[in-house]
């Protein structure tokens, strides 16, 4: 029992010191509004090099602080969770510290709605991820990928979407997709294809020629509302 509540003592007192330096609470600070960054924004935000960024964010990556997203060439952190959150936060209120909010440096327009690769993105994809998830229609468990739920299944074949035929196609059925302008998660793969093409084609959205900016349409907020329960 000493020995479990001795490991205990060692393992706080590094998850203390971890975030007691001032340029790493910065960071962790910054990452409480639940939008990813870069190791070059959080570096800004840090007071501190590029490279003395990095030292620092492989020291809270190693005190299971924050975590790695990978999107393409770019890497992005994140707090490694609720917990971690919930600790930051009791600190702040102690400290009696403010928070500033994440502000996106986006292009109204893309910031909205848009294309990432052949899926929604942008704000309207965000709030579509969030819903689907307080609606229990995806499953998670695996790292970023997704799965169905019975009650997801029965409503995304509702939407008419081919489900098995979706799952037959050579790629990730369904992903969180890190959202580069919001810096939360919308879903990619083959399902997010998927309900990008039902959205056109229901005219839910509208795909503007020579551009990734998608425009919801009054049809479309109708249907997001009586289908989803999402007011956007």
């Not at 029992?1 to 706080?12: F, G, L, N, P, Q």
């Not at 936060?89 to 893309?110: D, I, K």
């Not at 580069?180 to 959205?199: C, P, Q, T």
Request: aromatic share 8%.
């Amino acid at each position: 029992m000493m020995d479990v509540k001795a490991h205990a003592d060692v393992a706080a007192s590094r998850i203390a010191a971890a975030i007691g330096e001032p340029a790493r609470a910065r960071m962790l600070y910054c990452l409480m509004d639940g939008h990813a960054r870069t190791s070059t924004e959080l570096a800004v935000v840090a007071g501190v090099s590029p490279s003395t960024a990095s030292v620092h964010l492989n020291r809270l990556k190693y005190a299971r602080l924050v975590n790695v997203l990978v999107q393409g060439k770019h890497r992005y952190y994140a707090l490694e969770g609720s917990d971690v959150a919930a600790v930051l936060e009791g600190l702040n209120v102690l400290a009696g510290g403010p928070r500033s909010s994440f502000v996106p440096s986006t292009p109204p327009g893309l910031r909205a709605a848009r294309t990432c690769y052949d899926h929604i993105a942008g704000t309207v994809g965000v709030l579509l991820h969030d819903r689907f998830l307080a609606l229990r229609w995806l499953s998670t468990g695996n790292g970023q990928a997704y799965d169905l739920t019975p009650s997801g299944a029965d409503a995304f074949a509702a939407l008419g979407i081919d489900l098995a035929a979706v799952r037959t196609l050579r790629r990730r059925f369904a992903c969180a997709c890190l959202d580069w302008s919001e810096r939360r998660f919308h879903v990619g793969g083959a399902l997010g294809a998927a309900l990008l093409k039902i959205a056109v084609k229901r005219r839910w959205l509208l795909q503007e020629l020579d551009s990734r900016a998608l425009t919801l349409t009054a049809y479309g907020r109708r249907e997001f509302i009586s289908r989803f329960g999402l007011f956007v």
